[in-house]
Structure formats: structure tokens, C-alpha cells
């Protein structure tokens, strides 16, 4: 399933939905429908919200997967809407947290070199990552402001996954347990700001610390499954396009370090909550730092559009103002 957190043009409250065809089925309008039509409230006390919905996981998904085969399409005017028409936000607008790794090796050897540094390799025996900002998430369509004191503004080309019921000290065998779903992200960097820090070896801060986008959905992990090889990877062609022309083309399976390694990773000795952000890192030519200004016509610049999309996880697209 594909779900949805978004407003309605008419409606500012925030609502939680899951994609049919051309259309998004409202949940809690769909089980209120169900309740009064046909007297099953079955669905009733679904959370009305992606975020609460994670805390339980599991046996929300399920009833979810029941709904989606329970109501009458020929109605679907009366609980859903035209997804042209909404508001689209990120699936969790704020996170309890967002650890972003650094887990595409083509990414890491290429910017490392552009500082004249040789790949380390303590970076093949584990996954890293920091802590970006979860209260400066973007949704599909949303635009993002211009930040002060940068002339170097970046994309990157990344996936995410998003945590359900959570866990502690987990190992990777069963890590997979806990991915809700999967979702693209577009990692915004200000590239002079975050060459000015990282010297100081602590890692990117203000120079990631205004923006990331996610969406347009949350996929669940069955809806890809399939596009998993005999290696194990997940095989999803990954695009950036800038104002319409293509600058960038990757693979998922490039992934050096996969979701579940890192979610070992990130829960040892704490505890990943439902909701979490878990980003890749950027995929290899994902960004203009490694593509280089003088070959994609610059850095990015107000009025700017760009177009992220990835095989079955869809396409967000984010304007610069």
C-alpha cells in the first residue's frame, strides 16, 4: 500500500490516507462511511494519522489491508479525493528523530577525493550516519526557501525508510521487521556552509540543518518486494531532473551498507521509536557536488525545480524560493 499524509485545499487539519489509482482514500472518512453504511466499525479507531497508526503497527497494517478491500468504489466520492487537488506533507511531518548514513560507496569515494582524501576503511566495517534536523521536513510539493548565507545550494538523490513498531539493539536478520515503509528523500545541503564545518570533524550542521524533503508516499515493503534480486538488493531506477532535464540517474542496489545493517546500526543501545526517518545517504552522481556546478549549469537558485523520482516509490518535486 501507498500512504498518504496531506490537507485538502478547503480543510487545513491534517489527514491520513492511502493512494487508489488517481485517487487518495481518506481513512477516517472511509471507516465512519463503512460504520454508517453498512454498520461495521471494524476501522473505526484506526488512527486518523500515519504517526499514530506506526505505534501499532502491526495490527493497524493489517486492519488497513482489510479496509483497503472493504469499501464500494463506485463511491469513493464520498471518502476520497483527487490527489492532484491535495495538499501533500511528508509521511511523518515531524519525526521523532532522522539518521541519515553515508551508505553509497561511489558517493563517499567521490567526495572524499574532492577533499584529497583516500576512501577510509573503517567506512566498509560499519555504517554511519548523523543526526539531521526533524523539524524542518518538506512534503511533496512544498516549497523550500532559499537559506541565508549559502551560495552553494545541492539536492540529493536518496531513499528512506520509515520505522513502525520500533525496537532496541536489534540485529540486522531481524531488522526488517521493523521498516514500515519506504519513501524518497531529498537531503538539501548548503555546500559552502558545510565546507566551512566539516574541518572541525564533527560532521554537517547548518549546512544540512534547513531542509529535507520526503514522499510523496510511504510505500510498504511488500508493494517492492518483487524488485529484490538473487542478491538480496533492491533494484530501483533512481532520477534527479533540475527545471525538466535529467542531471542524474542511479540504482538502489549500489547501496554498499543496506537498511538493515544500518538499523542494527542505529539501535544499539537505544531505542528506534515508530516514525523515525532512516535515510541512505546520497546515491553515486546524486548531487551536484559530485556532478560538478560547471557541468549541471550551476548550483541551484531560486525558482529552481527539482524533480526527484524512484521506481515505485514515485516522484517529489520541490521549487527553491
Not at 572524499?112 to 550516519?129: A, S
Request: net charge negative; proline share 5%; aromatic share 10%.
Amino acid at each position: 500500500m501507498k500512504f498518504v499524509t496531506f490537507k485538502t485545499q478547503e480543510a487545513k487539519e491534517t489527514r491520513f490516507g492511502f493512494k487508489s489509482s488517481e485517487r487518495i482514500i481518506d481513512i477516517g472518512l472511509v471507516a465512519k462511511w463503512l460504520h454508517e453504511k453498512n454498520n461495521d466499525d471494524r476501522f473505526i479507531n484506526i488512527p486518523t494519522s500515519l504517526h499514530r497508526a506506526l505505534e501499532n503497527w502491526d495490527e493497524n497494517f493489517n486492519l488497513l489491508k482489510i479496509l483497503e478491500c472493504s469499501y464500494l468504489k463506485e463511491d469513493q466520492n464520498s471518502y476520497s479525493f483527487k490527489e492532484s487537488e491535495l495538499i501533500i506533507l511528508p509521511p511523518i511531518i515531524n519525526p521523532p528523530a532522522f539518521r541519515d548514513f553515508y551508505a553509497f560507496e561511489q558517493h563517499v569515494k567521490a567526495a572524499r577525493k574532492l577533499r584529497n582524501l583516500e576512501m577510509h576503511p573503517d567506512w566498509y566495517k560499519i555504517p554511519i550516519f548523523y543526526f539531521s534536523n526533524p523539524n524542518c521536513c518538506f512534503g511533496h510539493g512544498e516549497n523550500i526557501p532559499y537559506p541565508n548565507n549559502t551560495t552553494e545550494l545541492d539536492f540529493e538523490l536518496e531513499f528512506a525508510v520509515i520505522i513502525g513498531n520500533g525496537g532496541s539493539n536489534l540485529r540486522s536478520n531481524e531488522a526488517g521487521k521493523v521498516i514500515a515503509g519506504y519513501t524518497i528523500l531529498n537531503d538539501w545541503s548548503s555546500r559552502n556552509l558545510q565546507r566551512d564545518e566539516m574541518p572541525m570533524s564533527l560532521g554537517p550542521a547548518k549546512g544540512k540543518d534547513f531542509a529535507s524533503s520526503f514522499g510523496p508516499y510511504m510505500v510498504t515493503p511488500d508493494e517492492i518486494e518483487s524488485a529484490r534480486k538473487k542478491d538480496g538488493k533492491l533494484h530501483l531506477q533512481m532520477t534527479c531532473h533540475v527545471n525538466g532535464e535529467k542531471i542524474s540517474d542511479g540504482n538502489t542496489n549500489d547501496l554498499y551498507h543496506s537498511f538493515e545493517t544500518m538499523i542494527e546500526r542505529a539501535s544499539m543501545n537505544t531505542k528506534l521509536m515508530p516514525g523515525e526517518y532512516i535515510g541512505s545517504g546520497t546515491v553515486g552522481t546524486g548531487c551536484i557536488l559530485e556532478l560538478r556546478p560547471e557541468n549541471t549549469g550551476g548550483w541551484l537558485n531560486k525558482g529552481d525545480v527539482v524533480t526527484l523520482e524512484i521506481e515505485r516509490l514515485g516522484i517529489l518535486e520541490n521549487k527553491i524560493v
